[in-house]
């Protein structure tokens, strides 16, 4: 590997899928300094932490910087890879007691602010990245929402990728990116990616079942054709 050069790996694969130029950022603290490239490979937690706030703040005044931006979708990634292994960990979790309702289906809605008996797979979503944003020290860039159309109505456009982007270039979309379907009149399911082969995605998501129900009763995998996806949140 050259000297200045960060290698990234898929997370869900770990095969090597690019280098990239390491640069010294405003965030890094000092001149040369770069927690990153150690922090992807765990070595320096409170690195990751310091640059995800330092860049959650330059978002907020709209990054221009082009390797700014490319440094802060790779921190991303590391959130993204950490919520999906929440959700992995929550496979096999179902309603008990009635529709909607269950000790950690209750828990689900109540990160959301809801009580038990509304649809809640918006709401494992958002208890997913919450619980990784908790571990890493950051805050949570999705809307705390149980509406899956009301998180993507009023998520940050940077945020948002259309299905038309995805189809021309689909290893765009990170693993634990957020999926939204449409299904009118507001309504909509979600989950997250695990990842994207041909024409079809791998999912884990809640509210759902084998038959892929946006109204069923647990946490599983679920394999959707891409085309019937409205966008990705990442």
């Known amino acids: 590997m050259q000297t200045g050069q960060l290698v990234v790996t898929h997370f869900s694969t770990g095969k090597r899928i690019g280098t990239k130029n390491q640069h010294h950022c405003a965030c890094a603290g000092t001149a040369g300094s770069d927690p990153v490239p150690d922090a992807l490979v765990g070595k320096d937690n ?10 959650l703040l330059h978002e907020e005044l709209a990054i221009t910087d082009r390797r700014c931006k490319s440094h802060h979708t790779i921190l991303y990634m590391i959130l ?118 041909g024409s079809y995605i791998d999912t884990v998501e809640g509210n759902t079942n084998d038959e892929g129900s946006r109204e069923g009763y647990e946490v599983c995998r679920r394999t959707r054709r891409l085309t019937s996806i409205k966008g990705f949140i990442q």
């Open 46 to 55: 409170a690195g990751i932490k310091r640059h995800i706030n330092n860049h």
């Open 80 to 197: 993204s890879a950490k919520a999906l292994d929440i959700a992995i960990d929550e496979l096999g979790v179902r309603e008990k007691g009635g529709s909607n309702s269950g000790p950690e289906v209750d828990e689900y809605l109540k990160s959301v602010g809801l009580k038990p008996g509304y649809p809640w797979c918006m709401a494992f979503v958002y208890w997913c990245y919450n619980q990784a944003t908790l571990e890493l020290g950051v805050p949570n860039f999705l809307i705390r929402t149980g509406g899956v159309m009301h998180q993507w109505n009023e998520q940050q456009p940077i945020r948002k990728i259309v299905l038309d982007k995805v189809l021309k270039k689909p290893e765009i979309i990170q693993p634990g990116a957020v999926f939204i379907m449409d299904f009118g009149k507001g309504t909509g399911h979600t989950g997250l990616v695990e990842k994207i082969h």
